[in-house]
């Protein structure tokens, strides 16, 4: 009797050590799954892709590519552009604004642009390097950040514009205040959109004008 409870003894603990094991190796094969779908945003012609990963960790950094070549610079934005309709790639935070031309519909496009980023940021490959980032924030540098008006004016769009317009696909960078006029810099979706201006005008300078009196006017370039 005491041979057999020991037998069984044995058998329990090989049990448990082969069931820890199992659950082990099944952790360490578990992936990260990766999720995208697709949203529209107020232009027509720009897309945007969301995912549930960070795709630019540090926030309010953002990278642009308006042409192939300048793509060139970034894997994912290469890739992007490799389809003839792509005409500007916007990343920032954990999403991607896709422009594209009239000659298609987005319906014949967008499961093929899906697969693309998702299959890209699920490989681990990198999007676009560290220096890319600083290379982008020294072009969209403000000009002066020199008095307290120009801090209270980025601490607004920070806090009260930028979430609404990367909401939309796009997003928003100050450049400059001089004689009462604020210079902002628009990238993504805002680049050609049909209700930039009505945007402009009635949220950005009115908020603006209405918390900060030196301000009188509101004006955009694009990156």
């Not at 980023?117 to 490989?123: C, G, N, P």
């Not at 008095?147 to 317009?165: G, M, N, Y």
């Amino acid at each position: 009797m005491e041979l057999f409870f020991k037998r069984l003894l044995i058998k329990i603990n090989t049990k448990r050590k082969q069931q820890m094991t199992t659950t082990q190796e099944t952790n360490n094969t578990v992936q990260f799954a990766h999720t995208i779908y697709a949203e529209m945003t107020p232009n027509p012609v720009a897309m945007k892709f969301v995912l549930n990963s960070l795709l630019v960790k540090e926030a309010g950094k953002s990278v642009e590519f308006r042409t192939r070549e300048k793509a060139e610079a970034s894997a994912l934005a290469k890739k992007l552009f490799a389809f003839p309709y792509v005409k500007g790639v916007f990343i920032t935070s954990n999403f991607v604004t896709v422009t594209r031309d009239e000659s298609i519909e987005w319906y014949e496009v967008i499961p093929e642009l899906k697969e693309l980023i998702k299959l890209h940021v699920a490989s681990g490959e990198e999007i676009f390097s560290e220096e890319m980032i600083t290379e982008v924030d020294s072009e969209i540098a403000p000009e002066t950040v020199s008095c307290d008006i120009d801090k209270q004016i980025i601490d607004l769009l920070d806090e009260h514009i930028r979430p609404a317009v990367e909401g939309d696909g796009g997003t928003i960078h100050f450049k400059s205040f001089i004689n009462g006029k604020v210079t902002l810099v628009l990238k993504g979706a805002c680049n050609g959109c049909p209700s930039t201006k009505t945007t402009l005008k009635q949220g950005v300078e009115n908020l603006l004008r209405r918390m900060l009196p030196e301000v009188q006017e509101v004006i955009a370039e694009t990156a």
